[in-house]
């Protein structure tokens, strides 16, 4: 069974860094495009960066207020992505998830806090 799991989440002033992980099991990581998302209170869950798998494996996607700020990243030995948050902001607090899609196959971990709060 596929499973994703992230870590990494926190509390972090504004200005800070983070670096989330997200640890796919059951299955081989690159056959899978990875995504993380995001959800603050009251809004509806947001795309913030997308990996794709081993056919596409330069293909990128960044939410533009998030580009040249966040890095999304795989490690195919670790079966894990990572994604590096640099200068967060407060408005950028939320639930933070990683999506696994191969084909019609979807997953979703259970998701990781991030608070940037001074």
């Known amino acids: 069974q596929v499973q994703l799991v992230e870590s990494g989440g926190g509390l972090v002033e504004p200005g800070g860094s983070l670096r989330l992980s997200c640890a796919l099991s059951g299955s081989t990581l690159d056959a899978y495009a990875i995504g993380w998302f995001r959800q603050a209170p009251g809004n509806e869950r947001e795309g913030v960066a997308c990996?794709?798998?081993?056919?596409?494996?330069?293909?990128?996607y960044y939410l533009n207020s998030v580009k040249g700020r966040f890095t999304i990243s795989r490690d195919n030995d670790k079966n894990t992505v990572y994604l590096q948050m640099n200068s967060l902001k407060p408005e950028e607090t939320g639930v933070y998830y990683c999506?696994?899609?191969?084909?019609?196959?979807?997953?979703w971990g259970q998701g990781t806090q991030v608070t940037v709060s001074s």
């Open positions: 990996i794709n798998n081993r056919r596409r494996p330069s293909s990128l």
């Open positions: 999506n696994g899609r191969r084909g019609s196959s979807d997953y």
